[in-house]
T-cell receptor, first 114, second 114 residues
Framework: AQSVTQPDIHITVSEGASLELRCNYSYGATPYLFWYVQSPGQGLQLLLKYFSGDTLVQGIKGFEAEFKRSQSSFNLRKPSVHWSDAAEYFCAVGAEQAGTALIFGKGTTLSVSS | DTEVTQTPKHLVMGMTNKKSLKCEQHMGHRAMYWYKQKAKKPPELMFVYSYEKLSINESVPSRFSPECPNSSLLNLHLHALQPEDSALYLC?????????????FGSGTQLSVL
């Protein structure tokens, strides 16, 4: 079965501390992997994506993610969190064909403490 | 232009009303999506259009009727909705393929059904 698991429902990080959000996937074909961020009442903003090539991908706002095929993981990291990073983060997986569905994880809520 | 534009941003409608949500993109993407998102939940896929043809319908009730009049435009016609249909409705488009593949989301229409 195709699925995305984000084990952490809610994470609180101190401002300036490092962050890692976990994502594990189960997918039958070669996965296309995405991380999105969503502020309340807003749409989803793409942070980064992985299709092939270098397994460490850089995204916007200082985020990066590492694809580990052996662990079926695509964890999101940021070395120093800012208060404005507080939001909902979604990991998603899809197939190569553009007309296929994107499967989302349940999301991780990030809170940033001062 | 790297945007998916959704109108209106907010919509309040009664259960007997007929309304339409509109989504537009000018990136040449040939796959377009409608998602429904409840608060604190991941987006749920409703419909996928690929090359202006409906390719996926996730068993959505007939009171939701999608339409793709051309490659840039996607509509969602609403009729006789229920209060539980209140949610954020997100449109997305995907393309152009290969290493430049991206899935862009609009900022959504916040729908309230009274």
């Amino acid at each position: 079965a195709q699925s995305v698991t984000q084990p952490d429902i809610h994470i609180t990080v101190s401002e300036g501390a490092s962050l890692e959000l976990r994502c594990n996937y189960s997918y039958g074909a070669t996965p296309y992997l995405f991380w999105y961020v969503q502020s309340p009442g807003q749409g989803l903003q793409l942070l980064l994506k992985y299709f092939s090539g270098d397994t460490l991908v850089q995204g916007i706002k200082g985020f990066e993610a590492e694809f580990k095929r052996s662990q079926s993981s695509f964890n999101l990291r940021k070395p120093s969190v800012h208060w404005s990073d507080a939001a909902e983060y979604f990991c998603a997986v899809g197939a190569e064909q553009a007309g296929t569905a994107l499967i989302f994880g349940k999301g991780t809520t990030l809170s940033v403490s001062s | 232009d790297t945007e998916v534009t959704q109108t209106p941003k907010h919509l309040v409608m009664g259960m007997t009303n007929k309304k339409s949500l509109k989504c537009e993109q000018h990136m040449g993407h040939r796959a377009m999506y409608w998602y429904k998102q409840k608060a604190k939940k991941p987006p749920e896929l409703m419909f996928v259009y690929s090359y202006e043809k409906l390719s996926i319908n996730e068993s959505v009730p007939s009171r939701f009727s999608p339409e793709c009049p051309n490659s840039s435009l996607l509509n969602l016609h609403l009729h006789a909705l229920q209060p539980e249909d209140s949610a954020l409705y997100l449109c997305a488009s995907r393309g152009p393929g290969g290493l430049n593949e991206k899935l862009f989301f609009g900022s959504g229409t916040q729908l309230s059904v009274l």
